[in-house]
Each structure stands twice: as structure tokens, then as C-alpha cells.
């Protein structure tokens, strides 16, 4: 059993050329006994972005706070708290900040897609 917050959970800032100002933090997954998926919350800061990539395995994206934007396979889409998605495998994404204080999103992805 695991029980816990998210202001509880530490976070760990991504670096690289293809993403700006994205802090990632496993909120579920393996270590906390969900074996195949793992539940992460990541929260771009303003003008921020995650890559944009493709890769074989789905996930599904939920909008906590501010408003973003989901590149999905060429069209962009709008997205606020309490919007969802599902990317398939296969399509190239991204999300990106487009409004408030921070652009917070969860997403799920089977354990091999958190790297």
C-alpha cells in the first residue's frame, strides 16, 4: 500500500536541448507497487516545453492546472485543468505551456516509458 501527496514527493528538473523548464516527479509506478505503469506528474514552467517525439507506447495525459498546448500527430490542440488525452504509440507529441502560474499535466505510461 502507498499513501502520500504530491508536495511530498520530490521532483527532478529534466535537462536537454529538445525540452525547456519540465520538472518531472513518479507519483506511482513500480516502487510504490503498480508494476507495469507508472502515474507521473510533470509541471512546465512558463514557456516551457517537453520534446517533441514520437515512440511506440501510449499514454494518457490529464490537465491539473494552467493551460498548455498538445502538439498530437500535427494538429495542435488547447488544453486546460480538467482536460484529457490519450496519445497512441507511434504519433509524434509534445506539450507546452500556454498560460498561468504553471502548466501542470499527468501522465501514464507503461514502465518502459519512463526514462
Known amino acids: 500500500m502507498f499513501v502520500s501527496h504530491r508536495d511530498e514527493i520530490p521532483g527532478k528538473e529534466l535537462s536537454g536541448d529538445a525540452l525547456k523548464d519540465v520538472t518531472k516527479q513518479v507519483l506511482i509506478g513500480p516502487e510504490q507497487g503498480w508494476d507495469d505503469y507508472v502515474m507521473r506528474m510533470l509541471t512546465v514552467g512558463k514557456d516551457g516545453f517537453t520534446p517533441r517525439h514520437a515512440h511506440d507506447w501510449p499514454h494518457i495525459v490529464y490537465v491539473v492546472e494552467g493551460e498548455g498546448i498538445l502538439h498530437l500527430d500535427g ?41
Open 75 to 115: 494538429t495542435d490542440y488547447n488544453v486546460k485543468a480538467g482536460s484529457t488525452a490519450f496519445v497512441p504509440g507511434g504519433k509524434e507529441h509534445q506539450l507546452m505551456y500556454r498560460g498561468g502560474d504553471k502548466f501542470v499535466f499527468i501522465c501514464i505510461v507503461p514502465k518502459e516509458g519512463d526514462k
